[in-house]
């Protein structure tokens, strides 16, 4: 292994990463902001234009298609890269059911972060929406606020950040990319439980090698929230779920804390256990392509170039009698999965050795300076 070249790569996809969400931080607090300040005169419809085009353009296109460009990468590679791995039909659907788990567990999260903001005098801001509870307006919410931001949000934090910085550690990592998607919420109210949920979400990702568990569970939470505040709109009982256990706690505290309590650690074990079987499903199902993947050229020379020793050797001690060797294929993976363990170790070897640049780092901390003064801006001035 080029222990240089590895190092090179390493290095510019790292600077490549950082440079790109610096960018789309600058655009995208840009765009906020011009929102906030014409949003009588753009109206409606052209907050949710606006919202198509920075999630597709902003947050999806114009970060990868730098990336490949940059890389110099096909785009199979950048999406394998990025970990677009498949995952199984069970893994789909447990995912959906965590989603659901991690909404309700969101609620626990930003009521908790919300009462303690409100108690140093923040008013939190009230959504109003001028277009008719009608269902093409959920259609349209659905796409805006729950579709592409599952599929962009997570292909720009787990897929580019998480897999730029890897260089730092999985740990690092998993951390820069949680806090700068909390961080790009731009807004005090959601910047503690987005970081919570990005950080559980990058995770999840590494430990199951694949971001689709992430955009499904990104997806349920935000799809949920979506559904009750139209079920809200329209007047049914399932929009005011909340409302009415809220009343219920207020009036029987004592039955109402221990239902509480009781419900949270039922979630908790749920999305434990959840987390869990997709782990192991994880495992299972890509086992044999795990092994395919990291059976790189070396290591398939290797093997067979003591294959053909054998035959050589055979040969020269029976004159010109030939010998016919059979490869059998559990060895061969066998081969294969002992000398996997020794290249990982060897590439981990090589990352902790790297030298991030110094203006990787600048872009970086940059990113995440812009955000929290936005975040805090929220806060002492409720902006955006």
């Not at 655009?27 to 920075?54: D, H, K, M, P, Q």
């Not at 269902?135 to 580019?160: D, K, Q, S």
């Not at 909340?242 to 074990?269: D, H, K, P, Q, W």
């Amino acid at each position: 292994m080029d222990e240089k070249k590895v190092e090179n790569v390493i290095n510019k996809s790292n600077l490549v990463t950082n440079i790109i969400y610096f960018g789309v931080m600058v655009l995208f607090i840009v765009l906020r902001i011009l929102t906030s300040v014409f949003a009588e005169n753009i109206g409606a419809v052209g907050s949710y234009l606006i919202s198509i085009f920075t999630q597709v353009g902003l947050l999806f296109l114009i970060p990868f298609l730098i990336f490949k460009f940059s890389m110099r990468a096909k785009t199979h590679d950048v999406f394998e890269n990025f970990r677009f791995n498949k995952i199984s039909l069970k893994a789909v659907l447990v995912a959906v059911g965590l989603g659901a788990i991690v909404f309700f567990l969101n609620v626990y999260v930003s009521n908790f972060f919300n009462s303690i903001i409100q108690l140093f005098g923040y008013k939190p801001a009230v959504s109003s929406s001028s277009l008719p509870a009608e269902w093409w307006v959920l259609v349209l919410n659905l796409l805006c606020t729950a579709i592409l931001p599952a599929i962009c949000e997570e292909f720009l934090h787990r897929g580019m950040l998480m897999s730029g910085n890897s260089c730092f550690g999985v740990k690092k990592s998993i951390l820069i990319s949680g806090v700068l998607f909390g961080l790009l919420h731009l807004n005090i109210e959601q910047f503690f439980y987005a970081t919570i949920i990005g950080l559980f979400l990058g995770y999840l990702c590494w430990s199951t090698n694949s971001i689709y568990p992430s955009m499904i569970i990104h997806f349920m939470n935000n799809a949920l929230s979506v559904f009750l505040s139209f079920a809200r709109a329209k007047g049914w009982a399932v929009g005011n779920l909340f409302g009415y256990i809220s009343e219920f706690l207020t009036r029987n505290a004592v039955l109402g804390f221990v239902m509480f309590v009781l419900l949270l650690i039922l979630l908790v074990m749920l999305a434990i256990e959840a987390t869990k079987f997709l782990i192991k499903d994880s495992f299972v199902t890509e086992f044999i392509a795990q092994k395919k993947k990291y059976a790189s050229f070396f290591l398939r020379k290797s093997y067979f170039d003591e294959i053909e020793n054998i035959k050589q050797s055979s040969t020269q001690s029976k004159g010109s009698e030939k010998r016919v060797v059979y490869v059998n294929l559990n060895e061969f993976l066998g081969y294969i999965g002992n000398n996997t363990s020794a290249f990982l170790a060897e590439l981990e070897q090589i990352q902790k050795k790297i030298k991030v640049p110094l203006l990787s780092k600048i872009f970086l901390w940059g990113a995440i300076a812009l955000g929290v003064i936005v975040t805090v801006m929220t806060f002492i001035w409720g902006l955006l």
